[in-house]
């Protein structure tokens, strides 16, 4: 359901209202903190959820939206630690940011159990850049409290600045990594601001001191991350701002007009000239059939003009503001630059010079949130592309995505609603999800084992389709030191004994080639050798990998991002006079057309190297042509059983005995 909050006539007398001491603290970001009571000092146990070692008194935000085009947003957090594991998880603060936003203001302190007070210092501060598990980068501004102990509370202020924004489509997060006792959001603006709220119950917004108008919620439970959960927006509990005229809103009707709108606007972004029959043309040449034309105007676009928009175009921040702005395709052309949006209309424009009937077409973005029609705002279909008509079924192309191969899309776009403008009835279409097959990982290894259980050989791992273009994403903007490190990280967080050398990152920026790892590696006491045996664990790539499902129970459904598969070959050349005793593979595992896991062991005809093969892939479709990948918590202790037995067979060992003659098993 939405609200409307009524439209505040009288911003300028409210900002001359004085509000109270604690209010001018939170808002204006002053040099003063709020008492701390008593009650809250000695508080010795958590009062939402009794496990917490630490929790949130109070976190307040004041969203200040009065002033035409700058939106700041003003935090206080109060935070009680009640264990050393609180004091160690609290102790250091991350304040994240995007884009143009600004950080300021940040003031922190501790008080400590006996009442003192350590106040946190300016040149204590720093910046940062955050890689998430995801592949998500921002930055951060970061500081560490100084004297934190079981019993301290510690507090901290900051603002954030939008310059040139508004609250419309501003987020308010109502959970943080601890749980909280009472979150309270402060509104004030000039527009006539709707919400919609999304796992915070009823609440609403009612009118507050100052102009402003409240909404706040109590024993808010503590966000935390699962291995494979849906989107954090779809869990998390939230409410969305948005302007508009309308008190309700008719979810058909707004997409009509939107995708209606979009086409009739889009018109000159689309324009055919003879520049771009002349290119398209080209482009094509003495392709035949529709996928040939379309694949070559595809990679057309990925490798002759620059995506400005992409954070590995080298180009600066400075650099992008002084580019010229790109009102038609031509003007792409002829610059052979644009942002990624000039690139997909470029290609919407060369398609249809070349005979197609091109639209563009808009989706959720499933990294952010699943999409519903019934969420009825244009910043819920967070992605767009082409949507090109082959016969009677809609394609859909994106190469201002770099990395996205011919006739995907990135994963966040696939298997979800689609809107394709048209100038009367738009209509929906749910884009395809790419098979296992598409997002291959392939794993080689040839290894010489010493008779100490040193293993030590050459490694080559292959990803693609969007196991290659996550991969890419997160290391296209590194340096190549940045890159060696990043593998070094994984295989030592994996095989802490690993010694790698000889590392090449291959392909990195390459739209068409696979991501590639390739390096040497050294592991002493791989094997174990225990009398005249050496105990060997023959799947090197799935050594020292977490379980994919830790925990017994689960709170969020289970998602996997896009279907995949994998493929190992390691060979293993035996010390002399060494066989095993018998290498036997395990059983296969499968779930039904889902996924399917095959290993296979066996010895060269000379007795001399054991071979270990496997293959495994998830996310297969059924008969009727449909792919899950979205699981309810009911579902979790069969799919975390599956993934264990899983492991449990990945982890078979292999006894090689001296002077044992080989045996080949298959």
Not at 109 to 122: I, N, T
Not at 610 to 628: Q, V
Request: with cysteine.
């Amino acid at each position: 359901m939405l609200y409307r909050l009524t439209t505040l006539t009288f911003v300028l007398a409210a900002a001359l209202l004085a509000p109270p001491a604690s209010a001018r603290a939170a808002v204006r970001g002053e040099k003063e903190w709020r008492t701390v009571e008593p009650s809250q000092l000695s508080l010795s146990a958590p009062v939402v959820e009794k496990d917490a070692d630490a929790e949130a008194i109070f976190w307040e935000v004041y969203v200040d939206d009065s002033r035409p085009y700058v939106l700041s947003l003003d935090h206080y957090v109060r935070i009680k630690v009640f264990n050393e594991r609180g004091r160690d998880s609290q102790s250091k603060i991350e304040i994240p940011y995007f884009g143009g936003h600004q950080v300021s203001d940040i003031a922190a302190r501790v008080v400590k159990p006996d009442g003192s007070v350590a106040e946190l210092k300016k040149e204590d501060i720093f910046e940062r850049t955050v890689v998430k598990a995801s592949g998500l980068k921002f930055k951060a501004k970061t500081f560490s409290l100084p004297g934190v102990e079981p019993g301290s509370i510690i507090e901290y202020r900051w603002r954030v600045t939008y310059p040139g924004s508004t609250a419309a489509g501003l987020r308010l997060q109502f959970q943080r990594d601890i749980p909280v006792q009472t979150v309270s959001y402060y509104l004030r603006s000039s527009w006539a601001v709707h919400y919609r709220r999304f796992n915070v119950g009823d609440v609403l917004f009612v009118k507050d001191k100052d102009g402003y108008s409240k909404m706040t919620l109590t024993n808010v439970p503590a966000f935390r991350e699962e291995p494979r959960m849906p989107p954090e927006n779809s869990v998390r509990s939230w409410v969305f701002l948005f302007y508009s005229e309308e008190d309700k809103v008719d979810p058909d009707k707004y997409w009509g007009r939107l995708g209606r709108g979009l086409y009739e606007v889009l018109k000159d972004e689309l324009k055919v000239n003879d520049e771009v029959k002349a290119a398209a043309a080209s482009a094509t040449g003495d392709a035949q059939t529709a996928d040939e034309k379309l694949r070559r105007i595809y990679d057309f676009c990925r490798t002759k003009i620059k995506n400005t928009s992409d954070d590995a175009s080298g180009l600066t921040p400075d650099e992008r503001q002084k580019l010229k702005e790109n009102k038609t395709p031509a003007d792409t052309l002829k610059r052979a630059a644009g942002t990624g949006a000039d690139v997909n209309y470029l290609f919407a424009a060369l398609a249809r010079a070349a005979g197609f009937d091109a639209r563009l077409a808009l989706a959720g973005n499933s990294a952010d949130i699943f999409f519903d029609k019934e969420m009825s705002n244009r910043a819920f279909l967070g992605t767009s592309f082409i949507a090109v008509r082959v016969g009677d079924a809609w394609r859909f192309y994106s190469p201002a995505e770099t990395y996205a191969p011919f006739g995907m899309l990135g994963w966040h776009e696939e298997g979800t609603e689609a809107l394709v403008t048209d100038p009367k009835e738009p209509v929906w279409v749910r884009t395809p999800t790419a098979g296992p097959e598409e997002s291959t990982e392939r794993r080689t290894a040839k290894f010489k084992l010493s008779e100490d259980g040193t293993l030590e050989g050459d490694v080559k791992i292959e990803y693609t389709g969007h196991l290659a273009y996550d991969r890419k994403e997160l290391n296209d903007d590194d340096t190549p030191a940045e890159r060696e490190k990043t593998l070094q990280d994984i295989w030592k967080r994996r095989i802490p004994s690993a010694e790698l050398s000889d590392v090449k990152v291959e392909n990195v920026t390459d739209p068409e080639k696979p991501f590639v790892y390739a390096f040497h590696v050294r592991v002493p006491s791989y094997a174990q050798r225990t009398g005249k045996r050496l105990f060997l664990q023959p799947a090197f790539f799935q050594r020292g990998l977490a379980a994919m499902f830790p925990t017994a129970t689960r709170r969020n459904s289970v998602y996997f991002q896009y279907p995949w598969s994998e493929e190992d070959r390691v060979e293993v050349t035996l010390p002399e006079g060494y066989a095993p005793d018998s290498p036997e593979a395990p059983a296969p595992l499968s779930a039904d057309d889902l996924s399917r896991y095959t290993p296979r062991a066996q010895i060269t005809k000379d007795g001399r190297t054991l071979i270990w093969s496997r293959k495994f892939f998830f996310g297969g479709k059924t008969k009727a042509g449909t792919t899950t990948l979205l699981f309810p918590v009911e579902a979790y202790p069969a799919l975390k059983g599956y993934f264990d037995e899983l492991a449990k067979r990945d982890a078979v060992t292999f006894a090689l005995r001296q002077g044992a003659a080989a045996t080949n098993k298959n």
